[in-house]
């Protein structure tokens, strides 16, 4: 299990500085000095007392099998159907532990490491063309949960069919099918093909070289035996239609560390171990080591905090407001009550971008979101600092390159130059035709006052306390923003589907580990290229040049031939400004001292690492 925790877990100044500001006999002597001395003592002293333990490629422990692993989600699945999962988080979270994918990559050793297959990459430079094949391990099954129905052994037909007639087809709408084609030199469009070798090895044959192949065709995917027939049968409607929420989970295989077991909507699911996981320890013992694991349905983090304090579940992600209450209590590698992790800074960052989709010309706002000196003005009115003051208190930074470090194109001189600035904001905003009135309120040209939403996730505080300070900045110079809180799952339909949204603050997580990473947010024609998505040619000639550049530079092998693409392709992203990033926020993780510890990594890059966790031995 590798958990990677969000960014907005750090805690939240506004209710600690009232406390003390009003407690405080001499509080109105304090200097703005004082007042970041005292932040930065607070944030020091909750650093000191949590545990720093990145991982860097240790071998982990044999451990032993037993245990209930009690784990919080924030909703209940919309179905138990891997293509539906796709487009929704919490289902494909809840579908991850019953899959595995064919390899996984190392971020220590900086290489793929096999899981479900092995593999070997082959390049023909003469005729510009690439060959990888796979070869499946001979160990790995899908099979049921008490052997309801006999195992069936995992095939190629089961890869190639979801390559094929899922992601390959147009009305599956995977999120996976853009990343079949890509642009070649000729600006023809080239598809990568799949083909069987035998029952254990495929190959994928690229029509150009490239330069992560793994990471083209790396995939989970779902057992033909039972999709294929569905297909057959009644085509991607019925596809669409198999293992809705109200299966019996008994029929549901598994070839992950799971079986799903059970269902009680709004109360819990609950997974027991499979036997059959091809993965073992030293000792060839399964590394599924707790025997089952409950994940309790709870839409409310208060509530989730205090069952972990109850000790009814094993791990937490503190919010702000509860950050320094659950460093102050903890027992870090105690034998009673719970350790906390503390990470770096996180390697991506929550963005602020805005709507450029035509379907939404007819509105003011359109012709002002799709001028560049807009939008690098709002990058000028985004005050970092003070969101890392008075939301982080201290304990993040600000996000001003594109790719992260550990991306081999990290370019630190490639930073963004829109940076917090009232004046430069409005010296751009005049250059595109906007001006001030004596009412104090922005008017673009046709005397239209400046005024659009700003949408964030409901369940967010932190997000809603940075869309505060936004607001308030932009009222500032005479831009009024009007705060919308949805629910989550509502605005992902807004970005995928109605395009019915303004302005927003959204992340993706993670980070560009790779930098074609993002291939369906980052090219034209992407499915989630958020301000314009599904693109049939690019709008803009800068979105044509990124397409340019992606498609070539991630078809150089050859490092220092692609880092001058790479160089330009964020070059020409931070200053465009299509997406603002934020900050990095510092991340906080804790897990109660009843499992040990010593397989137990977090970090910025991997999250908290416990997928060889076991119970303690007393």
Request: glycine residues 6%.
């Amino acid at each position: 299990m590798k958990k990677m925790v969000g960014q907005s877990i750090l805690v939240f100044a506004g209710a600690l500085f009232i406390f003390f500001i009003t407690s405080c006999k001499r509080h109105l002597e304090m200097t703005l000095e004082e007042i970041e001395s005292y932040k930065a003592s607070l944030s020091d002293n909750i650093i000191s007392k949590t545990i720093n333990k990145a991982y860097k490629g240790e071998p982990f422990v044999a451990g032993h099998s037993g245990g209930v692993w009690n784990d919080a989600i924030t909703a209940d699945p919309k179905s138990f159907n891997l293509l539906i999962a796709e487009r929704d988080g919490s289902t494909s979270g809840i579908l991850s532990h019953t899959v595995d994918s064919l390899v996984d990559y190392d971020y220590i050793k900086k290489q793929w490491i096999p899981h479900l297959a092995s593999f070997e990459i082959k390049i023909d430079e003469k005729n510009d063309r690439l060959d990888l094949i796979y070869t499946l391990r001979d160990d790995i099954y899908w099979t049921f949960f008490n052997d309801l129905k006999p195992r069936v052994k995992l095939t190629s037909d089961d890869v190639i069919f979801w390559y094929d007639e899922i992601y390959g087809d147009e009305e599956c709408a995977s999120s996976a099918y853009n990343s079949r084609f890509m642009e070649m030199r000729d600006g023809t469009i080239g598809e990568i093909m799949i083909e069987k070798i035998d029952e254990r090895r495929f190959a994928f044959h690229f029509p150009r070289i490239v330069a992560e192949p793994l990471l083209a065709t790396n995939m989970s995917f779902g057992p033909a035996f039972i999709y294929k027939k569905a297909k057959q049968e009644g085509g991607v409607k019925a596809v669409k239609a198999l293992f809705s929420v109200a299966t019996d989970l008994k029929t549901l295989p598994s070839c992950g560390r799971y079986f799903l077991t059970e269902y009680t909507p709004g109360q819990r699911l609950v997974y027991q171990k499979n036997p059959d996981f091809w993965e073992r320890d030293e000792k060839n013992n399964s590394i599924v080591y707790p025997e089952t694991m409950v994940c309790h349905i709870i839409g409310d983090n208060n509530t989730s905090y205090l069952l972990f304090k109850q000790e009814k579940l094993e791990d937490y992600s503190p919010t702000p407001e509860q950050l320094e209450e659950l460093v102050r209590n903890s027992n870090n590698y105690g034998e009673k009550g719970y350790s906390v992790f503390a990470a770096a800074g996180s390697l991506g960052a929550s963005f602020w971008t805005f709507n450029q989709n035509p379907k939404n010309k007819s509105s003011s706002y359109y012709e002002w979101f799709t001028k560049k000196q807009f939008r690098q003005a709002m990058s000028c009115l985004l005050n970092r600092e003070r969101i890392i003051n008075q939301t982080y208190r201290g304990l993040a930074e600000s996000k001003y390159t594109f790719f992260p470090e550990p991306n081999k194109f990290f370019n630190a001189d490639i930073i963004l130059r829109y940076r917090y600035n009232q004046e430069q904001a409005k010296r751009l905003l005049e250059s595109a035709g906007f001006y001030q009135k004596s009412d104090g309120f922005l008017y673009d040209e046709s005397g239209i006052r400046v005024e659009f939403d700003l949408t964030i996730s409901s369940d967010n505080q932190i997000l809603s306390d940075i869309a505060l300070i936004i607001a308030d900045e932009c009222k500032k110079i005479g831009i009024t923003v009007n705060i919308r809180q949805t629910d989550f799952q509502k605005l992902v339909e807004q970005l995928t589907s109605s395009y019915d949204w303004q302005s927003l603050i959204i992340g993706f997580g993670g980070g560009l580990i790779f930098p074609t990473q993002g291939s369906n947010v980052w090219v034209s024609s992407g499915n989630l290229h958020v301000w314009y998505p599904l693109q049939k040619t690019p709008a803009t000639d800068w979105e044509r040049r990124i397409d340019f550049l992606y498609n070539e530079a991630s078809c150089i092998v050859d490092e220092r031939k692609a880092k001058p693409l790479w160089d330009e392709y964020q070059s020409i992203i931070l200053e465009q400004c299509p997406l603002i990033y934020l900050v990095r926020s510092r991340s906080f993780y804790a897990i109660n001292n009843r499992w040990d510890l010593t397989n137990v990594y977090y970090d910025n890059m991997g999250g908290a690492q416990t997928s060889h966790v076991f119970l303690r031995q007393n």
